[in-house]
């Protein structure tokens, strides 16, 4: 990665119609639509082998996305762009959105790893999955979950970009979900649905400021025209979009359904994890980068919420004893290290897509290989009862210890590719940001090696019922392959500079300079990771308590309660909003149901009265004239007066 890739911060990259095989862009997205749509409208009668329908559909998509990278690959890098026109969507007067979608190095990149890594989970969960009475309706939604991911990378404009973010919002709802019968489930697939809402609010918004700036939401139109922008449109459209990316993301302030969002089958949080959701945010923001790039505000505030955030995650890892929540605030954590890169601007676009591709690769085999060991240990998920199952679970243990060693950034393994790469940018944008990312190593370091040697080390403390063993091959062969990516893939991907090369024309780049040798940003991260491995080591490879204690220190008690991030939430704003419907109540009762019910009573009363007047008897009726006429004769007589 030398100076020499420098050419241009700015992207180059031009567009053209789809030829040859990339006229078939769409088939890309209809595979996994297709496997989605008839295992819903079959239904039962796919039940024998639509699961096997559902896998093979996306590894299709990923076969003809390696055919179209191959032959993007025979193209100059600036022309690798593709925008295929499928049909008119909306048109009021002069707008027009299209259907339309976009394929360059960016999106390439993404749908890889989407039908890739996805594929790969697929077939993990034909085993995980076996037993399930509605194997058939969680395939189903995998497809979808798969769908509108690849439309959201796909899209060649925001606004069919949004419908790609909504699908995803709903696939993750009803995987989160899955196991309704959960109450844990049900409340933790609502609670996601409802925070990402509140990104969603952003994005919606972003995208009619986009118009509304530019008069268009196509890709490469909104791009062009930047320039001619005002600066506060442009802040504000960066801000909305990053309120967005923290909503999809899991970034503070938005984080809180990550960790629940566990309650989801293993191969959920693989998918989720990996390829899908938690990366759409990091994609928006790299995709907009000619729109962030010209908002220094917002840039700003990207590397502090992916700062903030890496930090607030990993310190979340540490005191976790489920291993898929340990496993959630890494991601959180990693992903924080992505929207860093992200907010740094050409200098780190390049390295945040980096990390996020070598994140998908460990991660989901890190998660893939958590849901061996659960499938092992009957769903049990506190580590405090697992320990020494290196011998009976090697494949789990050898793959899982390769996820390892990559987040951690020991070289060679892939993390160290990349997440040192955003170190030494962030030191080059700000001394703070770089000390917290190195920081960040080394708490991750610590709540990994925890984890690993909590699993897989010291002593046996499982319970009776459980005899720890390894997973069918239909689960331990996605294990090997994502084992051997999260060992090779960063070597693969940063020789030569190949990854910086790839991605330039659409990011721009930047090489980074950072105020320090890089040897000894690398040397010094490198420590940092090192003594956070072994304090962990040193703590947990003896004796580890069945019951987690509970004389802990603030921070740890704050960390089992996720930096009381819910607390925070309930207080700032379930709880005003609580006491604001309490009092609308109030006045509504009081006021309006109160006048209402006092007009109806006064108007009753007067019936009442006047219904005696009402008596069946002649005379009366007679009097009554009588008295009308005296008294309609006095009012003429005064009148006159």
């Given amino acids: 990665m030398g100076s020499n890739l420098l050419a241009s911060a700015a992207p180059t990259i031009t567009y053209a119609p789809p030829d040859g095989i990339f006229s078939y862009l769409w088939v890309i997205l209809a595979l996994p639509a297709l496997g989605a749509f008839l295992l819903l409208v079959l239904g039962n009668r796919t039940n024998a082998w639509g699961h096997y329908l559902a896998t093979v559909l996306p590894i299709g998509s990923f076969v003809l996305a390696a055919m179209m990278w191959l032959a993007m690959l025979q193209k100059p890098s600036e022309e690798r762009g593709v925008i295929q026109h499928l049909w008119d969507w909306v048109i009021v007067g002069n707008f027009t ?5 976009q394929m360059d190095q960016l999106s390439m990149t993404f749908v890889l790893l989407i039908t890739g890594v996805g594929s790969l989970i697929h077939v993990y969960s034909i085993g995980y999955m076996h037993d399930d009475p509605k194997r058939r309706l969680f395939f189903a939604y995998l497809n979808l979950f798969v769908t509108a991911m690849l439309l959201l990378v796909m899209a060649d404009n925001y606004l069919l970009l949004y419908v790609g973010w909504e699908g995803v919002g709903l696939a993750s709802y009803l995987l989160i979900g899955f196991w309704q019968y959960k109450p844990t489930a049900a409340v933790a697939a609502k609670k996601a649905f409802v925070v990402n809402r509140v990104g969603d609010f952003g994005l919606s918004v972003a995208i009619m400021l986009i118009f509304v700036t530019f008069g268009t939401v196509t890709f490469p139109e909104v791009f062009s025209q930047v320039g001619e922008a005002g600066q506060s ?5 960066g801000i909305l ?3 967005a990316a923290c909503g999809k993301s899991a970034q503070v302030p938005l984080q809180s359904w990550l960790l629940d969002a566990m309650e989801g089958p293993t191969p959920v949080s693989a998918l989720l994890h990996a390829a899908t959701m938690v990366t759409a945010g990091v994609y928006l923001i790299v995709r907009s980068n000619v729109i962030f790039d010209a908002a220094p505000t917002a840039q700003t505030l990207v590397i502090i919420v992916g700062t903030v955030t890496l930090i607030f995650g990993a310190i979340i890892g540490t005191a976790k004893d489920e291993i898929k929540k340990v496993l959630a605030g890494s991601t959180m954590s990693q992903i924080g290290y992505m929207m860093l890169g992200a907010g740094l601007g050409p200098i780190g676009y390049v390295f945040a897509i980096f990390h996020l591709v070598n994140h998908g690769f460990f991660k989901a ?5 958590a849901g061996s060991v659960m499938h092992s240990f009957n769903n049990q998920e506190n580590m405090r009862r697992f320990g020494a199952i290196r011998t009976v679970m090697v494949i789990t243990f050898v793959t899982f210890a390769a996820g390892w060693l990559a987040i951690m950034g020991v070289p060679p393994f892939s993390g160290f590719y990349s997440k040192d790469k955003i170190i030494e940018a962030a030191f080059q944008q700000s001394w703070i940001a770089g000390l917290a990312a190195a920081l960040g190593a080394a708490i991750t370091a610590f709540y990994m090696t925890r984890l690993f040697t909590m699993t897989f080390l010291g002593n046996k403390r499982w319970t009776d019922d459980v005899h720890p063993h390894e997973s069918p091959s239909v689960m331990t062969i996605p294990l090997i392959i994502l084992g051997l990516l999260s060992a090779v893939s960063g070597f693969v991907l940063a020789w030569n500079g190949a990854f910086e090369k790839w991605l ?13 040798p890089v040897w ?13 491995a072994l304090l962990a080591y040193q703590q947990y490879r003896r004796e580890v308590p069945l019951t987690a204690p509970t004389s802990v220190s603030p921070l740890t008690a704050a960390a089992r309660r996720d930096l009381y991030g819910d607390a925070l939430n309930e207080t700032v704003f379930m709880r005003p909003g609580q006491y604001l419907t309490r009092a609308m109540v109030w006045f509504d009762n009081r006021s309006i149901d109160g006048s ?46």
């Fill in 97 to 101: 959105a299209n259907v339309g979608l």
């Fill in 241 to 243: 979009l990053l309120l």
């Fill in 520 to 532: 000894v940003i690398s040397g010094g991260t490198l420590l940092l990771v090192i003594v956070g």
């Fill in 596 to 641: 209402l019910l006092a007009l109806g009573s006064a108007t009753a009363g007067l019936s009442s009265r006047l219904r005696k007047w009402q008596t069946g008897f002649s005379r009366s009726y007679a009097l009554s004239m009588l008295a009308g006429a005296f008294a309609l004769f006095a009012v003429m007589l005064v009148v006159r007066l």
């Fill in 365 to 369: 085999n890190m998660f893939l290989g």
């Fill in 233 to 237: 449109d442009l802040t504000w459209i």
């Fill in 504 to 516: 330039e024309p659409v990011t721009g780049f930047e090489h980074p300079e950072p105020p320090l």
